[in-house]
């Protein structure tokens, strides 16, 4: 079992920053490619940010230059600094990975989410 557990999330005035974190624990081997999602009240999840095992990223467009996602391999850890947040960031936002455990299956995995509510 893999479990990943984000944290950091929490209410923020619109202009300020915030840092969320999530934590991959488990029957973990390697991870792959690990992401944020996130899913705003009667709107589709959609995808934030993604970061490959070589360090690669990829963002949406609408954050694009105000987020910032990374992640420490050592610690199965990724995190996303979002910075200039404004009240349409707000949403739950989820961690995702791409995980292949020691049973050597591949699966992806999501963490139960972390509420940003950004006020303007």
């Known amino acids: 079992q893999v479990q990943l557990v984000e944290s950091g999330g929490g209410l923020v005035q619109a202009g300020r920053s915030l840092r969320l974190s999530c934590a991959a624990s488990?029957?973990?081997?390697?991870?792959?490619?690990m992401a944020w999602y996130r899913q705003a009240p009667a709107k589709q999840r959609e995808l934030v940010a993604s970061?490959?095992?070589?360090?690669?990223?990829k963002y949406a467009d609408s954050v694009q230059g105000r987020f910032t996602i990374s992640r420490d391999s050592a610690k199965n850890t990724v995190y996303l600094q979002m910075y200039n947040l404004e009240p349409e960031n707000t949403a739950v936002y989820y961690c995702?990975?791409?995980?292949?455990?020691?049973?050597?299956?591949?699966?992806?995995?999501w963490g139960q989410g972390t509420q940003v509510t950004v006020s303007s």
């Open positions: 995702a990975a791409n995980v292949r455990t020691i049973t050597g299956l591949i699966g992806d995995y």
């Open positions: 970061i490959t095992s070589s360090g690669l990223t």
């Open positions: 488990g029957s973990i081997l390697t991870i792959n490619s």
